[in-house]
């Protein structure tokens, strides 16, 4: 086993969403050894090894990593906050029990930026997403807020089919 736990020490108001709690917690030993495995599963979308600083997505908010810290964004209450804390130490102690399995991650992974995805966006400002312009729905989307299907010419246009996938991989 490579942590025991990983402490609640602290939440703050979430400005992200209204009523969410950022959760802050404190594992039990420096995490690390264990990063360059956690940056190797899917779901990474920015890892440092300089910092080190490793950022997982997840299915609300963010999972933020640092050798004495855990950052949790977007968590309804503290009893769910809790709850993530020891799914992560679990997650955490499978990784490094297969960590042979894994080649460790050295090099730097940055998130995506709006106008990495505008890059692939059609950049026509159709309107058909609802949005004003590409530019907008590049940010919508990486705030999570709408997905890349709604990009209606990106969705039916087999002529975009690469586009689309190399979208989702960032995404
Ligand atoms: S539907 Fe797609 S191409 Fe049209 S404005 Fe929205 S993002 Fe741009």
């Keep these: 086993m490579f ?6 020490v602290q939440t703050l108001p979430c400005l992200a969403e209204l009523g969410k709690i950022i959760v802050i917690g404190k594992p039990t030993q420096p995490l690390d050894d264990v ?3 956690l940056a190797t599963l899917p779901d990474v979308i920015a890892y440092n090894p ?10 609300t908010g963010f999972i933020t990593l640092y050798s004495d810290r855990v950052y949790i964004t977007k968590v309804d209450n503290v009893d769910t906050g809790i709850e993530l804390l020891k799914a992560l130490t679990d997650a955490i102690n499978v990784t490094w ?12 992974k940055r998130a995506p930026r709006p106008l990495d995805i505008y890059s692939i966006l059609p950049q026509t400002n159709c309107k ?7 530019m907008a729905f590049a940010c919508s989307l990486l705030l999570q807020t709408r997905t890349c299907e ?22």
């Design 50 to 59: 300089h910092v080190p600083a490793l950022t997982f997505r997840r299915q």
């Design 97 to 108: 029990e297969h960590r042979d399995n894994l080649v460790a991650a050295s090099t730097i």
């Design 150 to 171: 709604e990009c209606i010419p990106l969705r039916d246009d087999p002529a975009f089919e690469e586009r689309m996938n190399a979208l989702k991989s960032m995404l």
């Design 35 to 37: 990063l360059p495995y």
């Design 3 to 8: 942590l025991s736990s990983i402490a609640l």
């Design 128 to 134: 058909k997403c609802g949005e004003a312009t590409c």
